[in-house]
Each structure stands twice: as C-alpha cells, then as structure tokens.
C-alpha cells in the first residue's frame, strides 16, 4: 500500500512560481509512473503530469506543457512538481498518485493511492 503526502500549495501571483512535493511511503517502488493531477471547483480531475519512476520518462497535459516540469528523487521516494509562469486558470487542489499501469494515461481511473491534496491559488 502507498501512501502518499502532498505540500507545497499556496496562493501566488499570475506569473510566479510554485514546487509542489509528494512524499511517498508504503511500499518499494518499481517502474510504475507517478503522477500530478489537479482539481478546480466545480470540474473534473484532471492529469497534470507522470513520470517513470525508474527511467525518469515524462508525460505532460497540453494545458501545462513549457510551463511544468516534474522531477523525482529516487532516494528519497519524493515527487516533485515544479510550476512556472502560472495563471489564474492553474487554481486547482493538486494531488499526487500512484499509476495502477506500467504506461501512462490520462483517466484517473488508472491511478490510485491518491494523496489529500494541496491548494494552488493562482490571483490574477
């Protein structure tokens, strides 16, 4: 069983910057992707970004693509999620996950482990 500790979320200007970090624990991690997915009120959830855990392949929404980049720290079982030049439209609960598929997809039926989210608030 994964657990897994979002932080990192809080409220920033349009045009700054925030790193978000997940903390992971629960089991030894193998080639599964880790992933960002996020939340704004009244939408859907929807995928961010992924990573292989091993190989440190990414995967990005269009929406944040040249904005985000996600990294991890193998050693210290840490995903991170670095967001630049954010905008109003980036207000969301962002939350970290453990892929259920060695590939990565978007639908959060694939995902699982969710963490309890961290609050980005973006002011225009």
């Known amino acids: 069983q994964v657990q897994l500790v979002e932080s990192g979320g809080g409220l920033v200007q349009a045009g700054g910057s925030l790193r978000l970090s997940c903390a992971a624990s629960?089991?030894?991690?193998?080639?599964?992707?880790m992933g960002w997915f996020r939340q704004a009120p009244g939408k859907e959830r929807e995928f961010v970004a992924a990573?292989?855990?091993?190989?440190?392949?990414?995967s990005y929404a269009d929406s944040v693509k040249g904005r985000v980049t996600i990294s991890r720290d193998n050693a210290k079982n840490m995903v991170y999620l670095q967001m630049n030049s954010l905008k109003p439209e980036d207000t969301a609960v962002y939350y970290c996950?453990?892929?259920?598929?060695?590939?990565?997809?978007?639908?959060?039926?694939?995902?699982?482990?969710w963490g309890q989210g961290t609050q980005v608030t973006v002011s225009s």
């Open positions: 990573i292989q855990w091993m190989s440190g392949s990414t």
């Open positions: 996950a453990a892929s259920l598929l060695a590939s990565v997809t978007m639908s959060t039926m694939n995902w699982g482990s």
């Open positions: 629960g089991r030894t991690f193998s080639s599964l992707p």
